[in-house]
DNA sequence: CTTAAAGTAGACAGAGTGGTCTACCTCTGT
DNA sequence: ACAGAGGTAGACCACTCTGTCTACTTTAAG
């Protein structure tokens, strides 16, 4: 019963299904069922929301990618389950999420394409964490630094050929080359 | 003095940096100084503008880099060479494509997020076009097919990374490793 | 039971949207 | 010289956008 929790779930679905501007506050407020007064209760404005959706989002998808990362063991084992992650989440086989639509980071990024506009910022600070992230298990799988910028680099581009030119099969083909990097 | 061409280039260059939803018709009309009417009389909607944009952009950007590599040798120098491309692009050295905003395909992908919408489809062929490039490469580098596909994620991964994240050396990185690959 | 916070419905304002249309002007080829 | 194509300026239409506001209702705590 979080009216705010709801607005947030709601305005990320649409936003990241349709784009940000493309929807507008009243879808938000009609699939929500939630007055327009409590939305502008909770938030200042529309970017607000949108400001809001990335931190759920953010959260979501670390929680959902680390988890399934330390579910095995910690280094190449942790990388390599992390591409069989990014395979599930393209083929739609993540729960928590269905219907892929690209990454939500750099879709937003597009529309706020000022590179020092907060939300942009705030996309370029997720980016950041799921690389510190990438740098902690190359390190353990004996890797450099330059490596685990070289992972980053095939998941980006995975996600981009999943999504832009639709070959699903884009984090296998990463993970092959992973594979050998390792 | 072509109008629809100046129509076509001023849009682009808007869509580019703000994005196609956050620029209005009189906007790019304003700024191209033409008339509302001669728009309509070029493009049959705003939508058709956008397709136009992305077919410019395509052309542009594929007789650009095509160019840098055909001007060396044909193989891994051209690949290594794609990649010094992507870097003097991301850092404004490229006269033709000053300003760079990330990958318009991607930009416009996100802003057109159903697959089957046409102007999504314009930018998958975008993507593939340049995947039948850099195959018909590896192979003359003696590499495989599965070798063509992972320099094609390098290539987002780096486009990514320069926009989203910023990291503008990404292209160098991104070579860094294809020079292993090869 | 009372009170105050938080929610609802929805009218409204002001700006902006894509797109149409009229009326006029300026070239160019014959 | 003149016809016709293609340009210009900008009013106008119907609609949508974000955001505000009023008036009423629900909910929860002391």
């Known amino acids: 019963m979080d009216k705010r929790e709801q607005l947030v779930e709601q305005a990320f679905r649409l936003f ?8 507008g506050i009243n ?14 209760n909770h938030f200042a404005s529309k970017e607000a929301l949108v400001a809001a959706t990335v931190s759920y989002r953010d959260s979501l998808f ?26 599930d989440w393209f083929n739609g086989r993540v729960a928590v999420m269905p219907e892929f639509h690209g990454c939500y980071f750099i879709n937003v990024s597009a529309e706020f394409s000022d590179l ?7 996309c370029a600070e997720h980016k950041q964490a799921i ?5 902690e298990q190359v390190v353990l799988a004996g890797g450099d630094e330059s490596v685990a910028n070289h992972v980053a680099l095939l998941k980006e581009g995975a996600i981009v050929q999943a999504y ?16 050998q990097l390792l």
Chains 1, 2 share one sequence.
């Open 27 to 40: 879808k938000v407020l009609d699939e929500s069922g939630i007055a327009k007064k409590t939305l502008y």
């Open 164 to 179: 832009v030119g639709g070959d699903l099969q884009s984090a296998l083909k990463a993970r092959r080359l992973l594979d």
């Open 131 to 135: 690389l510190e992230k990438i740098r």
């Open 62 to 87: 670390r929680q959902w990618l680390f988890g399934r990362m330390d579910a095995v063991a910690a280094g190449k084992p942790a990388l390599m389950e992390a591409f069989m992650a990014l395979d």
């Open 116 to 122: 020092k506009h907060p939300i942009h910022q705030q």
């Open 16 to 23: 990241y299904r349709q784009g940000v501007y493309a929807v």
